[in-house]
């Protein structure tokens, strides 16, 4: 899962000498909380909805409302961006990225490849990914199994499955603490699911849950 695979190419960007009252407004009318600065096609830094806090005058400022707008028309995205940005190449992992984005406690990473931008990968991005890789949204038969982390319990439920005809279009296997694993299957097709049920009990293998699931647009 490469992060090229998931990042929005759309990028909305400012240039260094936008003003932040112009920045606070495109992010507003955008319904973003972060903007890339570029120069020259090149990444330069990053403006956030908190950085243009902190250049905005303070509620307790004594400025009058003509002197605030003045100081923000006046004061430059080069003055308050953040320099020193997090970036991440297209053909990192996903879970790359989210770790980078965990560990800076960051929202979005600008993503980089020989210097020039060429999308953004947020959190956003990141949860949408999640829905894909696990096949939310899709039309089938979702199963849940509860089975001891053994070589070989896979293969079986796949093998139960084929033998129904059925098509897996997605599986997502989730390691407890207790040492069982969840094996999360989204199957293609339709079945009569009490007997789906007892056909993988019947072979030792535990279903926790099993349920027909409707499309859904992401």
Not at 19 to 42: C, F, K, W, Y
Request: net charge negative; charged share 25%; proline share 3%.
């Amino acid at each position: 899962m490469a992060v090229k695979d998931f990042m929005t190419r759309k990028v909305v960007y400012i240039s260094p000498d936008t003003t932040v009252s112009h920045a606070a407004d495109l992010m507003r009318e955008q319904g973003l909380h972060r903007l890339p600065v570029i120069e020259n096609d090149q990444l330069v830094g990053l403006v956030t909805e908190g950085t243009i806090a902190q250049a905005s005058p303070s509620k307790a400022t004594s400025l009058s409302i003509y002197e605030m707008n003045y100081l923000l028309n006046k004061t430059k995205v080069k003055d308050v961006m953040i320099r020193d940005v997090v970036t991440v190449s297209g053909y990192a992992s996903l879970e790359d990225a989210t770790y980078l984005m965990l560990k800076n406690k960051i929202g979005i990473l600008p993503v980089v490849d020989n210097h020039q931008v060429y999308g953004v990968i947020t959190d956003r991005d990141v949860f949408q990914a999640f829905l894909e890789i696990a096949g939310y949204g899709e039309e089938g038969i979702r199963v849940r199994f509860v089975t001891e982390d053994e070589v070989g319990v896979l293969g079986k439920i796949i093998s139960l499955i084929v033998e129904e005809n059925l098509n897996i279009s997605h599986t997502v296997n989730i390691p407890r603490k207790d040492g069982k694993v969840i094996i999360e299957v989204q199957i293609d097709g339709s079945i009569d699911l009490p007997a789906l049920k007892e056909k993988f009990e019947a072979n030792g293998i535990q279903v926790e849950e099993i349920a027909r699931t409707s499309a859904k647009v992401l």
